[in-house]
C-alpha cells in the first residue's frame, strides 16, 4: 500500500459522510486528542540512558511572536494543560490521563492505570508489544497470529476497538512500533465511560511524543540475534520565528526471526509540527506512515501430547507463499486552547487508513471424512491455509473535550464534559482452503458429496514444503463493514472533605451498524448471496467510585469503584441461534483496593476484582463467530514501582485470576471451562541498580523474573487432542553505560535458554518463546 494509493482510494470509494470530508479538509486531517508539547523538561525519549541524559540546549534568540516575547514560553501553554501529563523519570509516572482524560495523581483514581514510561521502554530495549506486558500485572499475551498485538487483561480479551492513539480510536492490524511513543498506558477494567464502545477488559493508550523547545538530533542503532538492524533518528527543532516547533522520529528494521524462514521488515516516520498560535493557543498536527512485511508464523502444533514437542525454529507453513504485509497511514490535528487559569478545551480529528493483506498456512487437526480420526499421537496433520488477499480499513473521529476545576461550597470539582465522532469503513475477504491429494468414492454416508476429498498428512517432525493448500473450506467476503458512533459525556472527580473523593460519570453512546457479506460454504459455488445486517445500539455507560485517603499527604488510599462497558458486534461471519439477532457485548466491574507510597518515589497498588462480559464471540474456527458466551473473570492483583532508592529502580507485580466461560449453544459445551491462555497465576520482577553514578558517567545493572502459570490451550477442554500450556519462569538482564551524550544498552532475554509457549489459538497453533539472545543499542544525542 502507498500513501498515495490509500488517498486516493479513499477519495473514490469512502463512504463517509459529506460533513466528515468537508470537516477533515478544514483541519487538514483528523487528529487525536493528544498530550500538548511539554517543556523542554520532559525526557526526549532516547535509547538506554542511566539516567537520562539531560538536554540543556536552547533555541536561538527569537524576535517579538503575535503578542507575547519568546521568553514567555516558560509560562506558556506549553507547559500542558488538565489534558497532559507531566514530565517523567524513570519508571513511575505520577499522573495519567487514560482513565479520566484529565491528568489526576494515581492516588485519586479509583482504578488501575499500568503506565509503561519511556526509560522502561529503553531499559527493556521493548520492539514489540509483547516485551512491554510484563509490565503491567495481569496481563498476558493472548496468542493469534492475525492480530499481533491482541492481549488478556485480568482474563478478558482486549480487541483492537480498545486501542487508542493519543485517546483516539486506533484500529489496526499492523504491529505497533515504540520510535514515536512516549508512554503506555493501561487501564484496567470497562472504559466506555469515556471512550464508548469499548470492551470489559479494558483500554490500552499509546501517547506520542511531542515537539519540545529545543533543538537536539538522537541518533541510535540497535543490533543483535537473528541478524538484527535497526536505524533510529528522534530530531528536534524551533523556527527562527520561535513560533513553530517540530519534531520527527524515524525507524527502519530488519530481522530475521527464530523461526525458520521468519523475517520482519519495518519503516516508520513519523513527524509532528506544533503551532504556537499565542501564549494560550497550540495546533498540532500529528503524521505517522507505517510498513510493516513480515512471514506470518502461525506457530507449532502439540505432537504426542506435548504442547513443546517440536523446537521453537519449526515452521509448518509455506514459506514460498506465506506472508503478511501490513501499512497504515494516521494523521491527526489538535487544537489545544487554555480559557483562563481553571478551564482548558481541546478539539481534534484524526484519520487512519490500514491495510493488512496475508496469507498463512497452518498445521490443523488430523481429518478424515470417514472412519475414526487419525490419533494424535501421530506426528502427521492436515494444513490449512487462511488467504486475505484485500483487507481494508479507514477510521474517521472527531473528539472535543472541556475540562476545569470549580468550587461548589467547600467542595472541589474537576469536571470534564465531551463528545466523540466515529466512523469507520471496512471490507475484505477471507478463505480458508486445506490440501487434497486424492479422492475416493462416497461410500453411501448421507450429506457428503459423490466424491470425498483425502486430505494432505503433513509430517511436522520432517517437513517437505510446496504442497499449497488450495480446497477451499470456507470463505467470507466482507462487501461493507460500517459503524457510525456519536457519545456524549460528563465526568466529575469530586473532593467532599479532606478524606473523602468520589468520581462520578455517564456516557450516552448510540451506534448505526451496517454489515454487508458474502458467505462462502465451500461447495465449489463460489460466494452466496449479500447478506446484509443492519442494527442500531443505543447504550448509557455508567461510572463511580469512592476514594477515602486517611492522611493528609495522600500517601494512603482506599478506593472502590463499579464500572460498564459495551461495545457493538465486529466483523466477520456469525452463526447465530434461531431468532438471534447481533448484540452488543456488555460488560461490569468492581474493584477494590489500596494505594500507597510505601517511600518517597515507590508506589504499591493491590486491589481485588471482578469482571464480567456478556454476550462474548467465541471463534471456533478462523473467520467464524459464535455470540453466545459469557466470560467471568475473578482475583487479586498486587502492582510495585518506582525507586527504592535514587540509585536502585524496581517494577514488580503478581496477579491471580479465577476464570469461567459460560455458553447457551449446544455444539460448544464450555459451561464452567477455564477461559483459553488466562493462567491462574502471573508474576513479573525486573529490578535496575546504578552502581557507578557520580554525575560524570554511570554504570548501570538489572535483573528481570517473569512467571505465567499453567494455561488452557484450548477453546473448549474437552475438545480431542486438548491441551494445557506449561508455566514458565524466565530470566532476563541488562547492562548500560553512559557518558555525556553518548549512551549504550545491552539486553539478554530468556538467560536459561528455556523452552516455553507464549500463547495458543488452539493446540495446533502453539506460539513458542525466542530462546536465549541479545540485542544492544548504541546511541548518540547531537
Not at 469499548?198 to 501517547?207: E, K, M, Q, S
Not at 480499513?393 to 465522532?421: A, D, P
Not at 517511600?599 to 478462523?622: E, H, I, K, W
Amino acid at each position: 500500500m502507498k500513501v498515495l494509493s490509500i488517498l486516493q482510494r479513499h477519495e473514490s470509494t469512502s463512504r463517509a459522510p459529506w460533513y466528515l470530508s468537508l470537516a477533515a479538509m478544514g483541519l487538514l486531517g483528523w487528529s487525536a486528542v493528544g498530550d500538548l508539547p511539554r517543556s523542554f523538561a520532559q525526557e526526549a525519549g532516547q535509547p538506554p540512558t542511566l539516567p537520562p541524559t539531560e538536554v540543556k540546549a536552547a533555541p536561538p534568540t527569537q524576535p517579538v511572536m503575535d503578542g507575547f516575547e519568546q521568553g514567555d514560553l516558560s509560562r506558556s501553554i506549553l507547559d500542558g494543560t488538565i489534558f497532559s501529563n507531566q514530565p517523567t523519570e524513570g519508571y513511575r509516572a505520577e499522573t495519567s490521563t487514560t482513565g479520566t482524560i484529565i491528568a489526576i495523581p494515581d492516588a485519586d483514581l479509583p482504578a488501575t492505570v499500568n503506565t509503561i514510561t519511556r526509560d522502561t521502554l529503553n531499559d527493556q530495549s521493548a520492539l514489540r508489544f509483547q516485551d512491554v506486558i510484563r509490565n503491567a500485572g495481569g496481563v498476558v499475551f493472548q496468542g493469534d497470529s492475525q492480530f499481533f498485538d491482541r492481549i488478556l487483561i485480568r482474563g478478558q480479551q482486549l480487541t483492537s476497538s480498545n486501542f487508542r492513539k493519543d485517546g483516539f480510536l486506533d484500529r489496526t492490524g499492523v504491529p505497533r512500533d515504540f520510535q514515536n511513543v512516549e508512554r503506555i498506558e493501561i487501564l484496567k477494567g470497562p472504559a466506555s465511560i469515556l471512550y464508548g464502545a469499548g470492551d470489559a477488559a479494558g483500554l490500552v493508550n499509546l501517547i506520542t511524543k511531542k515537539p519540545l523547545d529545543a533543538q537536539f538530533a538522537n541518533f541510535g542503532y540497535t543490533f543483535g540475534a537473528y541478524e538484527q538492524s535497526r536505524f533510529t533518528v528522534d530530531a528536534n527543532n524551533v523556527s527562527t520565528s520561535g513560533n513553530i516547533l517540530f519534531r520527527l522520529n524515524a525507524a527502519q528494521e530488519d530481522v530475521n526471526g527464530f523461526v525458520d524462514f521468519d523475517y520482519t521488515h519495518r519503516t516508520q516516520i513519523a513527524p509532528v509540527v506544533t503551532f504556537l498560535l499565542d501564549q494560550d493557543t497550540t495546533l498540532t498536527w500529528n503524521g505517522e506512515w507505517h510498513k510493516d512485511h513480515r512471514r506470518g508464523n502461525q506457530g507449532t502444533p502439540a505432537v504426542f501430547g506435548d504442547p513443546l514437542f517440536l523446537e521453537p525454529n519449526v515452521y509448518v507453513g509455506e514459506p514460498a507463499n506465506d506472508f503478511f504485509a501490513g501499512e497504515e497511514f494516521r494523521q491527526s490535528l489538535v487544537l489545544n486552547h487554555q480559557i483562563n487559569d481553571d478551564w482548558f478545551f481541546s478539539i481534534g480529528g484524526y484519520s487512519l487508513f490500514v491495510e493488512t493483506p496475508s496469507s498463512t498456512t497452518a498445521a490443523a487437526a488430523p481429518f478424515i471424512p470417514i472412519g475414526p480420526p487419525v490419533s494424535p499421537v501421530d506426528p502427521f496433520f492436515n494444513r490449512v491455509r487462511s488467504n486475505s488477499p484485500y483487507n481494508d480499513e479507514e477510521t474517521h473521529s472527531l473528539v472535543t473535550n472541556l475540562g476545569g476545576e470549580f468550587w461548589t461550597g467547600e467542595m472541589k470539582h474537576k469536571f470534564l464534559v465531551g463528545m466523540e465522532y466515529a466512523y469507520l469503513n471496512s471490507n475484505s475477504e477471507f478463505t480458508s482452503n486445506s490440501a487434497v491429494v486424492g479422492a475416493i468414492p462416497n461410500p453411501g454416508i448421507p450429506m457428503l458429496p459423490p466424491f470425498i476429498p483425502i486430505f494432505e498428512q503433513f509430517d511436522v517432525t520432517n517437513p517437505v514444503y510446496n504442497n499449497l493448500p488450495t480446497q477451499q473450506l470456507f470463505g467470507i467476503r466482507t462487501n461493507d463493514f460500517r459503524q457510525q458512533r456519536v457519545g456524549g459525556y460528563v465526568q466529575d472527580l469530586v473532593e467532599i472533605t479532606p478524606y473523602w473523593k468520589a468520581l462520578g460519570g455517564v456516557r450516552v453512546d448510540t451506534v448505526d451498524f451496517y454489515f454487508n457479506r458474502s458467505i462462502d460454504v465451500g461447495d465449489g459455488s463460489g460466494f452466496g448471496p449479500d447478506q446484509v445486517t443492519e442494527q442500531n445500539f443505543n447504550r448509557a455507560s455508567p461510572r463511580g467510585g469512592l476514594i477515602y485517603q486517611p492522611w493528609a499527604d495522600e500517601s494512603l488510599a482506599f478506593y472502590y469503584s463499579y464500572t460498564q462497558s459495551f461495545s457493538p458486534p465486529g466483523g466477520g461471519a456469525y452463526f447465530l441461534l434461531p431468532g438471534q439477532t447481533l448484540r452488543p457485548v456488555l460488560g461490569e466491574s468492581h474493584e477494590a483496593g489500596i494505594k500507597t507510597l510505601l517511600v518517597d518515589g515507590l508506589s504499591l497498588t493491590a486491589c481485588g476484582y471482578r469482571t464480567v462480559r456478556q454476550n462474548d464471540t467465541f471463534n471456533p474456527n478462523p473467520g467464524v463467530f459464535v455470540q453466545v458466551g459469557e466470560v467471568e473473570t475473578q482475583g487479586a492483583e498486587i502492582n510495585l514501582i518506582g525507586n527504592i532508592t535514587s540509585d536502585w529502580s524496581m517494577i514488580a507485580n503478581y496477579c491471580y485470576c479465577d476464570s469461567a466461560v459460560f455458553n447457551n449453544d449446544p455444539l460448544l459445551m464450555l459451561d464452567g471451562a477455564r477461559a483459553r491462555n488466562v493462567p491462574y497465576n502471573n508474576a513479573n520482577i525486573w529490578s535496575r541498580y546504578n552502581l557507578v553514578n557520580d554525575g560524570y558517567q554511570t554504570w548501570g545493572a538489572a535483573l528481570g523474573w517473569v512467571y505465567v502459570g499453567e494455561r488452557q490451550a484450548d477453546l473448549d477442554p474437552n475438545a480431542p487432542n486438548a491441551v494445557d500450556l506449561p508455566s514458565y519462569s524466565r530470566f532476563d538482564a541488562g547492562l548500560y553505560y553512559q557518558k555525556g551524550q553518548f549512551n549504550t544498552g545491552v539486553y539478554l532475554e530468556n538467560l536459561g535458554n528455556i523452552q516455553y509457549a507464549l500463547g495458543s489459538s488452539n493446540s495446533y497453533q502453539i506460539y513458542q518463546g525466542a530462546p536465549f539472545n541479545v540485542r544492544a543499542t548504541v546511541s548518540y544525542l547531537y
